[in-house]
């Protein structure tokens, strides 16, 4: 059964690279080559959902070793509970983006060849796959580099713009800089696994079974940490992500940001606590304040956008620190010998993982059907939506609900473990953690309060009201399977959310593989409906009752009250006696967060110019104002301006060394020549 | 199984429902005489719903879904939010379905849709409501999260019932953590029911209005669901600051009798929050928008301070 699960889970990766020579062959039928690829996709997203799912469920581990790749070092692939996790969740949003692309890209195949997209569509799905199922630093950083790769030339699919070309560069920069650290952090961890003689300290195993000495360990962790987190987008390596997502086509962005992340916090977890597994607190302290810093700053950022892709995109920054708050939180009770606690700490972060995969999936498809319905990126010239796109708008909803962590959807059930974690923390025995713990918190209900605000302005500005745009375009809703996609994703935010005490005790074998322990017997002690995480005493919610409630008094408050027919009169808007009102006059998205860009403008590089128009007649009485307003993250002022303008000087002063004459390269050779000898003896 | 915990459930529901606009009148009576004007009498907010139950609905006319559900939505927070702090007693059926962090998202998720609705019609006023509610909602929620955490550190649980069984069993009498959130408790109990400083709910002035302005345009049975959702809220926040730092007089034996007093209990309790209520309201002004931070930010130190006193004195 266990090694059959693996065979299934090798199929899904197979039939995922097959379907690229698939498209290849159908190139010329576009259509047919949309529904033959994507119906590929979905059965391996299927078989992979299928795989993971029960091998978490069923606790067990398997291994197998293929005989390619290089001589003498063959492949390794294993699935057990963490990574049949990762890998339900990679398969679960591929499945529903697969679905979703079926209506998705026909659209854009109208305007050009998608031959390449999906090539590299299912290429990223199967490299995403790969990397939970490598269980050899070569294999890894392979699947980890055709992940990367095929991301890179899904960004860069509209080349003809600057801009994606240029997003595509930064991307791909990022993504080198981190897999550079990950290459050496496993550098480390082989060398010390076997010596620098033998080859075989390459596979996870051996790491497992090595042991590391303190500070040899550090700087794997670190380097792995600094690595992984480039490409999760931690705060101050998020540069990229509100670059690449934003011009990727909208499946693909809800891909990258629902999974591609994951797998990055994947491989941290994998590391910390599979491969190294003994470690200091503070490794889990630095991991906590990273992921703080994230929530709080890419919330902050979030709310300052326009661009609704680049929103979600820097929301993505804050949930990836929401995951990092929980993970650092299970390394700190991991190191006190907590595992009890430990386990409740992964749990929320692992939860938050699967719901954050589902409900950015749906915003970002919602995004997309927005987008390709109305043209159009910027908020400020959107408006009225809900009128004209009924099923996105009620989808679109259902995900800024979840996001903002409001129950009873999904992103409130890990939210709430979270908090019930770090109330957890007065039980540590160091008085400095107990004391600085709690603040961790507040500033995770600051996440979480201006998360929902965040998510307000994106719906409201974007749906409701009037459209703002300067011309009134023909609106209409998106087509079939795109709905259907963001409807699965939809019911299953609520689902996660008013049931989590079943998935919990599903994802309980990975705490078990990880920590030791499993909080199933406490946390679903009293049925199906009632999550305790530690005892009923502490701490209980229902999310079933708390919808049915909700819900019930709904029905009969509207019931009581539609007794009376036909007691609604439509009426023009109320204008307070003036002139007619415009659509100018309504709140856009950046007066909607100017109270908080004031607030909280010291984290900013603001910029803001009012300029009248010099041609009226009196200064009192302008024609025209010009206001100019540019709002920067501080991290690109403070520390990429300077990491760029010193590259350009050391590239510059380098390439003075090229002459372009070949007597001075023979004079550098000869130089070098005597150098080593005179060192290397 | 034992009925009595449902009956006494329906009877707490039931209950604030019935008492809130009473409370309110109670609050706005207060006030005029400590101005010197003539009252409208107690149970003026009773024949303000009934009327406005009674109205046709004006409905803008591009408004949509969202703006009609949002007040059945406010009303069915505020009536599960009801059922859950315990009045009337300790054990009550829906108050293991939702601990306090369950009961700040109840009125979050409330809000969430409130604000959405103020951006429906596009007004100036609504999206301006909305946006100035928000900024408010994101600095009084860590404060009032921080101050709710000194207390559940004290009861080991973040259960209501359980942190007035705790209090009620004197294991944490007269604690100076808990005199600190509960001056936090105060100050942002303002902030969330709308109060002055931060609020005036009887102004309709185009600044200074905040949640008046989002719900602007209801009108009808919408408005009157909404304005008793209010003033249940209000209501319901005085419930948990009496149920979290005053709990003494509420039910824990699951009499009829023990519940009766309890009643009566709750009753004085409120009559005299509201006197605090108004004596603040009457000797502040309101303030600036972005005075605000300072006042919230004040509320948030107090509740850190609580928690730091936790730590070190307890």
């Given at each position: 059964m266990t090694a059959s699960l693996l065979t299934v889970a090798s199929w899904a990766v197979l039939l995922l690279l097959f379907t690229g020579f698939v498209s290849l062959l159908l190139h010329r039928r576009q259509g047919l080559m949309i529904t033959v690829c994507f119906s590929i996709a979905c059965v391996a997203s299927a078989l992979a959902i299928f795989a993971g799912f029960y091998s978490v469920s069923s606790g067990s581990t398997s291994q197998v070793i293929i005989a390619v790749g290089l001589p003498d070092l063959p492949f390794h692939l294993r699935l057990d509970p963490l990574a049949g996790f990762f890998m339900t969740v990679v398969g679960l949003l591929s499945l529903i983006v697969s679905v979703y692309s079926f209506g998705y890209v026909r659209h854009i195949s109208a305007k050009r060849p998608v031959t390449r997209l999906v090539i590299f569509y299912a290429l990223f799905l199967a490299g995403m796959l790969m990397v939970v199922?490598?269980?050899?630093?070569?294999?890894?950083?392979?699947?980890?580099?055709?992940?990367?790769?095929?991301?890179?030339?899904?960004?860069?699919?509209?080349?003809?713009?600057?801009?994606?070309?240029?997003?595509?560069?930064?991307?791909?920069?990022?993504?080198?800089?981190?897999?550079?650290?990950?290459?050496?952090?496993?550098?480390?961890?082989?060398?010390?696994?076997?010596g620098f003689e033998g080859f075989h300290g390459y596979t996870f195993?051996?790491?497992?079974?090595?042991?590391?000495?303190?500070?040899?360990?550090?700087?794997?962790?670190?380097?792995?940490?600094?690595?992984?987190?480039?490409k999760a987008g931690i705060i101050p390596l998020h540069v990229w992500l509100p670059e690449a997502h934003p011009v990727a086509p909208s499946n693909i962005s809800a891909l990258m940001s629902g999974v591609m992340l994951k797998t990055a916090i994947y491989g941290m977890v994998r590391v910390a606590f599979d491969l190294i597994r003994t470690f200091p607190w503070w490794w889990g302290a630095l991991v906590l304040i990273v992921g703080l810093l994230s929530a709080v700053m890419g919330v902050l950022f979030a709310l300052m956008q326009n661009d609704l892709k680049r929103l979600l995109a820097y929301s993505s920054v804050e949930n990836i620190g929401i995951i990092l708050i929980g993970i650092g939180l299970a390394m700190i009770f991991t190191s006190f010998q907590m595992p009890l606690l430990a386990g409740l700490a992964l749990i929320a972060g692992l939860y938050h993982v699967l719901n954050h995969a589902m409900f950015k999936g749906l915003l970002f498809m919602g995004a997309g059907a927005v987008i390709h319905a109305t043209h159009e990126r910027n908020m400020e010239r959107m408006g009225g939506l809900i009128h004209v796109l009924p099923w996105t708008s009620a989808l679109f909803l259902v995900g800024c609900v979840s996001i903002s962590g409001l129950p009873p959807f999904n992103g409130f059930a890990s939210e709430w473990l979270t908090f019930q974690a770090f109330l957890l923390s007065p039980s540590l025995p160091s008085p400095l953690m107990k004391l600085l713990i709690p603040m961790g918190a507040a500033l995770l209900a600051l996440t979480a309060a201006l998360s929902a605000a965040c998510f307000v302005k994106a719906f409201g500005i974007t749906f409701l009201g009037h459209w703002r745009g300067p011309h009134n375009p023909h609106i209409h809703e998106v087509n079939l399977p795109m709905r259907l996609g963001m409807i699965m994703a939809a019911i299953l935010c609520l689902v996660?959310?008013?049931?989590?005490?079943?998935?919990?005790?599903?994802?309980?074998?990975?705490?078990?593989?990880?920590?030791?322990?499993?909080?199933?017997?406490?946390?679903?002690?009293?049925?199906?409906?009632?999550?305790?995480?530690?005892?009923?005493?502490?701490?209980?919610?229902?999310?079933?009752?708390?919808?049915?409630?909700?819900?019930?008094?709904?029905?009969?408050?509207?019931?009581?009250?539609?007794?009376?027919?036909?007691?609604?009169?439509?009426?023009?808007?109320?204008?307070?006696?003036?002139?007619?009102?415009?659509?100018?006059?309504?709140?856009?998205?950046?007066?909607?967060?100017?109270?908080?860009?004031?607030?909280?403008?010291?984290?900013?590089?603001?910029?803001?110019?009012?300029?009248?128009?010099?041609?009226?007649?009196?200064?009192?009485?302008?024609?025209?104002?010009?206001?100019?307003?540019?709002?920067?993250?501080?991290?690109?002022?403070?520390?990429?301006?300077?990491?760029?303008?010193?590259?350009?000087?050391?590239?510059?002063?380098?390439?003075?060394?090229?002459?372009?004459?070949?007597?001075?390269?023979?004079?550098y050779s000869f130089v070098t020549i005597i150098i080593l000898l005179m060192f290397m003896r | 199984m034992n009925v009595y915990p449902f009956i006494t459930e329906i009877l707490q529901i039931l209950l604030v429902l019935a008492i809130s606009p009473a409370f309110v009148g109670w609050v706005r009576a207060l006030k005029c005489w400590s101005q010197g004007r003539t009252t409208a009498g107690m149970l003026q907010p009773y024949r303000d719903i009934m009327k406005l139950f009674a109205k046709d609905v004006f409905l803008a006319e591009n408004a949509s879904w969202i703006f009609r559900f949002t007040p059945y939505l406010v009303f069915g927070t505020a009536v599960l939010a009801g059922g859950i702090i315990p009045m009337l007693s300790v054990d009550l059926p829906l108050s293991a379905t939702a601990d306090v962090i369950v009961l700040v998202a109840l009125f979050a998720i409330a809000r969430f849709f409130t604000t959405l609705a103020g951006m429906d019609i596009g007004t100036a006023f609504g999206g301006m409501g909305s946006s100035r509610e928000m900024t408010i909602a994101s600095l009084s929620e860590p404060a009032m999260l921080m101050a709710i955490f000194t207390i559940s550190l004290a009861a080991r649980s973040t259960s209501l019932s359980q942190i007035v069984q705790v209090i009620y069993s004197g294991q944490s009498v007269l604690r100076p953590s808990m005199a600190f959130a509960f001056l936090a408790f105060v100050l942002i109990s303002l902030a969330e029911?709308?109060?002055?400083?931060?609020?005036?709910?009887?102004?309709?002035?185009?600044?200074?209005?905040?949640?008046?302005?989002?719900?602007?345009?209801?009108?009808?049975?919408?408005?009157?669901?909404?304005?008793?959702?209010?003033?249940?809220?209000?209501?319901?926040?005085?419930a948990l600051g009496a149920a979290l730092f005053f709990p003494w007089g509420i039910d824990n034996s699951g009499s009829a009798a023990g519940a009766f007093l309890s009643l009566v209990f709750l009753l004085l309790k409120l009559a005299a929050g509201g006197v605090v209520l108004v004596l603040i309201e009457t000797g502040l002004a309101k303030m600036r928008l972005f005075r605000l931070t300072e006042f919230l930010g004040s509320a948030f130190l107090m509740a850190t301070l609580g928690m730091l006193s936790f730590f070190i004195l307890e």
């Open positions: 199922l490598a269980d050899d630093a070569l294999f890894f950083l392979i699947s980890w580099e055709v992940m990367a790769a095929a991301s890179y030339f899904l960004v860069m699919f509209e080349d003809e713009r600057v801009e994606n070309r240029r997003a595509a560069l930064l991307y791909m920069v990022v993504a080198h800089v981190g897999a550079i650290a990950i290459l050496l952090s496993f550098g480390i961890m082989s060398g010390l696994a076997t195993d051996a790491m497992r079974q090595a042991q590391f000495p303190p500070q040899w360990a550090t700087a794997a962790f670190l380097l792995a940490f600094f690595g992984f987190g480039a996660l959310g008013i049931l989590p005490t079943i998935m919990i005790d599903w994802m309980d074998k990975v705490p078990e593989q990880l920590v030791g322990t499993s909080i199933g017997q406490t946390a679903g002690a009293f049925g199906w409906m009632w999550l305790t995480p530690v005892a009923r005493e502490h701490a209980s919610y229902s999310g079933p009752i708390v919808f049915l409630v909700i819900l019930s008094v709904i029905v009969v408050a509207w019931l009581l009250l539609h007794v009376r027919k036909g007691s609604i009169r439509r009426v023009p808007l109320w204008d307070c006696g003036f002139e007619k009102v415009t659509v100018r006059m309504q709140y856009t998205s950046t007066s909607f967060a100017m109270p908080i860009r004031r607030i909280f403008g010291f984290m900013f590089t603001i910029r803001e110019q009012v300029r009248l128009d010099p041609r009226a007649a009196h200064r009192l009485f302008p024609g025209t104002i010009h206001y100019y307003l540019r709002v920067r993250d501080r991290f690109q002022v403070w520390l990429y301006r300077p990491l760029i303008t010193a590259s350009f000087r050391i590239s510059r002063l380098v390439g003075r060394l090229q002459q372009g004459r070949i007597q001075a390269y023979l004079i | 029911t709308g109060r002055i400083p931060v609020d005036n709910p009887a102004t309709h002035l185009e600044l200074t209005m905040i949640h008046e302005a989002m719900i602007l345009e209801y009108s009808g049975r919408h408005l009157a669901l909404i304005e008793w959702a209010g003033m249940m809220k209000l209501t319901l926040f005085m």
